[in-house]
């Protein structure tokens, strides 16, 4: 499509913005820039995500993938989804760790370099949620160091989104 | 009537409701199978187990059908020899139950990666074994012979964001030889943790199943247990309910169709039909107090009540999306790039798709008209009415039009459904009693199946067969010897999932 055809898209159905999103926009800005400073001091221009689907129920994963939409244009703050482990800042785990993921999980996290983090998202990646005390589970990401916790079943992409800054505010603390 | 039909139904009656459950002895069940290759035999819907019977489910000309069969020695007669279909699920059964199937096609375990703590977990005689020591043995896979083959594995961390999943690829050159698939990494011990509890508690492992068809999985397990217990639920709780269900419908659909147009590189489409996904999130959220809408749905009737401005948010987003598709839909016809890159990719074959039962979008694209929706029905959708759009080319295409064609239904059943909600309670109470019950729902992915046996109040065995069960195997069939480059593509336009068929 030329950018011709994208324009006049664009005028007639009006633009790419949810309306719903717009009390939250200031909220995206203020975001936007306390990332920027924090990010760029510890890892440089941008934080890279690799995601371990450890065996939910896929409703995080959903939510994930809203997050990278066009909506909630994940990248504007620095953050990117990537698939190797090896360029990846951040583990973000979801479900409730079955016991044949296990494995999986460990490799990848060796895989990645220094400094790195992991967080937990969804109930049931923080401590099993409804699958606890199952025989096919390890009642949440419990192998490995976990940096950080969104709680929801499953977070709303802004809840993601919140929770990931948090991450960075507190390793970008001063005199490191 | 076809053999395997006539030998089932001439099976004592159980009392499964409301279709009943043929008893077969070992000799029936074994003459069953054996009819089952016959081109007018009944299509397989799902093959489970208890502690000592096997079930199997079968559409007959669109009616449920079920046969069992009663375990000894630990073995009951294999179906797979006839119907391929069944594979998986005998895998599965042995996994869990300990159960062997006799003369069973593929006796590799399937959801048993070697990382549990016992064999068997269901099974009768899950006590008496040993508990597992050592590492997980690698799974096996099929060998490759030939000149110039490769084999790649892709998985189980594989995509940016995904689900579980190990792909076993045996490429010669840029062609894709063979596709293997190996799920079970996301198996949760979702059975095992539904009994024992009561059917309302059990109603959020059965919407945790397959979080993109949450409503269509806690529906078909309602239904189950209002058959099983002869609850009916209040008319308010039967038309949100099928709110909820045209909802998520449509969000899949508008889902599955941007990470379709996201591969085949129509980032403007890709962005437009992104984009109203969202906002049909965002509705749900605001009508019913949860994005996906989960756990919304309980036995008995809904768990929440349409919010105050609900169907005012609902509406709007509609709206919004009917007032743009026609121009999305066009584009799609106009560019002549996009058509050769969707046209003949991944062709799945009508017979193929027949012999695997496949419902929904991968069924309709490949000429299958079958909606659980209509046949063999559920309220409110009878009366509503309800054309199912097909198409006969079985690729990417084909299948992204289906999805396409039903959202203007969906927005249609939406309207209809939100113009004349009736008043009224929201839930009916279940009793504490006993029964046996088999319930259908139909997801933007195809048909899905709950079956309950409830006793005394509480759940004592459930199964769960998400449409993608028969799904995986036909993306293997429609992939083979296709181009390895297009494997994404295809992919993404049977938009599968590995957590239901995980359980
Ligand atoms: S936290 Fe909830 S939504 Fe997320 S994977 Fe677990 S069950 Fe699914």
């Given at each position: 499509m030329t950018i011709w055809q994208r324009l006049r898209h664009t005028l007639r159905?009006?633009?790419?913005?949810l309306p719903a999103a717009a009390p939250s926009a200031e909220t995206a800005a203020a975001l936007a820039a306390r990332l920027d400073a924090a990010a760029q001091r510890r890892l440089g221009r941008s934080l890279a995500i690799r995601h371990v689907?450890?065996?939910?129920?896929?409703g995080c994963e959903l939510e994930l993938r809203a997050l990278t939409g066009?909506?909630?244009?994940?990248?504007?703050?620095g953050l990117r989804f990537v698939t190797s482990p090896r360029h990846a800042d951040i583990l973000l785990a979801t479900g409730p760790l079955t016991r044949s993921m296990a494995e999986a999980l460990a490799r990848t996290h060796a895989a990645m370099g220094e400094p790195k983090w992991v967080v937990a998202v969804g109930d049931c990646a923080i401590d099993?949620?409804?699958?606890?005390?199952?025989?096919?589970?390890?009642?949440?990401?419990?192998t490995l160091p976990v940096d950080l916790v969104i709680r929801g079943c499953p977070p709303t992409p802004w809840q993601v989104l919140e929770g990931l800054r948090a991450l960075i505010e507190a390793n970008a603390a001063p005199a490191r | 009537m076809s053999a395997a039909a006539a030998i089932i139904r001439a099976g004592a009656a159980a009392d499964q409701r409301p279709w009943p459950r043929h008893a077969l002895s070992r000799d029936r069940w074994q003459a069953m199978a054996a009819a089952?290759?016959?081109?007018?035999a009944p299509s397989l819907q799902g093959v489970w187990a208890e502690a000592e019977r096997v079930h199997a489910l079968f559409l007959d000309a669109g009616s449920p059908l079920s046969a069992s069969v009663e375990i000894a020695g630990g073995t009951y007669p294999a179906?797979?020899?006839?119907?391929?279909?069944?594979s998986w699920f005998e895998r599965m059964i042995h996994d869990l139950f300990g159960h062997a199937a006799e003369g069973g096609r593929d006796v590799r375990a399937w959801l048993?990666?070697?990382?549990?703590?016992?064999?068997?977990?269901?099974?009768?005689?899950?006590?008496a074994l040993p508990p597992r020591v050592g590492a997980p043995e690698p799974p096996e896979f099929l060998l490759a012979e030939g000149e110039d083959l490769n084999q790649i594995g892709l998985g189980p961390?594989?995509?940016?964001i995904a689900e579980p999943a190990h792909l076993r690829l045996t490429a010669q050159g840029e062609t894709l030889v063979r596709l293997e698939v190996r799920l079970g990494?996301?198996?949760?011990?979702t059975l095992g943790l539904m009994r024992g509890t009561p059917p309302r508690a059990a109603a959020r492992f059965a919407a945790r199943l397959s979080g993109s068809a949450t409503v269509a999985h806690g529906l078909a397990y309602a239904h189950a247990v209002e058959a099983a217990l002869g609850v009916v639920p209040p008319p308010r709780a039967v038309a949100l309910r099928a709110v909820m269900a045209e909802l998520e419908r449509i969000r899949s659909h508008l889902d599955a169709a941007a990470a379709i147009l996201a591969e085949a590189g129509a980032a403007f489409l890709e962005t437009r039909f992104g984009w109203h996904r969202e906002a049909m999130h965002e509705a749900a959220g605001r009508a019913f107090g949860h994005r996906l809408m989960m756990?919304?749905?309980?036995?008995?009737?809904?768990a929440t009540d349409l919010a105050a401005d609900g169907a005012a948010a609902i509406r709007a987003a509609l709206e919004a999306l009917a007032a743009e598709l026609p121009d999305l839909v066009r584009r799609l016809d106009r560019s002549a790039s996009l058509g050769t890159r969707m046209a003949g990719i991944g062709r799945l074959a009508p017979d193929l798709a027949a012999g695997f039962g496949a419902s929904g979008p991968v069924g309709r694209a490949s000429g299958r008209g079958g909606d659980a929706r209509l046949v063999p029905g559920y309220p409110p959708y009878p009366a509503l009415g309800l054309e199912v759009p097909t198409r006969a080319g079985g690729d990417v295409a084909a299948r992204l039009r289906v999805r396409l064609g039903e959202v203007p239904q969906s927005t249609r059943l939406l309207r209809a459904l939100l113009d004349a909600l009736p008043d009224g309670t929201i839930a009916t109470a279940l009793p504490a009693a006993s029964g046996e019950g088999l319930g259908v729902a139909e997801s933007s992915r195809g048909t899905v199946w709950h079956w309950v046996r409830i006793e005394g109040g509480l759940i004592a065995a459930a199964f769960a067969r998400d449409p993608d069960w028969l799904h995986w195997p036909l993306l293997e069939a429609a992939m083979r010897?296709?181009?390895?480059?297009d494997l994404p593509l295809c992919a993404a336009s049977f938009g599968l999932t590995s957590s239901g068929v995980d359980l």
């Open positions: 159905h009006g633009p790419a913005t689907g450890a065996g939910g129920c896929d066009i909506v909630y244009d994940l990248e504007r703050f099993g949620g409804v699958f606890k005390g199952s025989y096919a589970c390890l009642g949440g990401i419990t | 089952l290759g016959a081109a007018d179906l797979s020899p006839h119907c391929p279909a069944a048993d990666h070697g990382a549990w703590a016992t064999a068997a977990p269901l099974g009768p005689r899950q006590a961390v594989a995509g940016a990494y996301a198996h949760k011990g756990d919304g749905v309980a036995p008995g009737g809904l010897n296709g181009m390895l480059e």
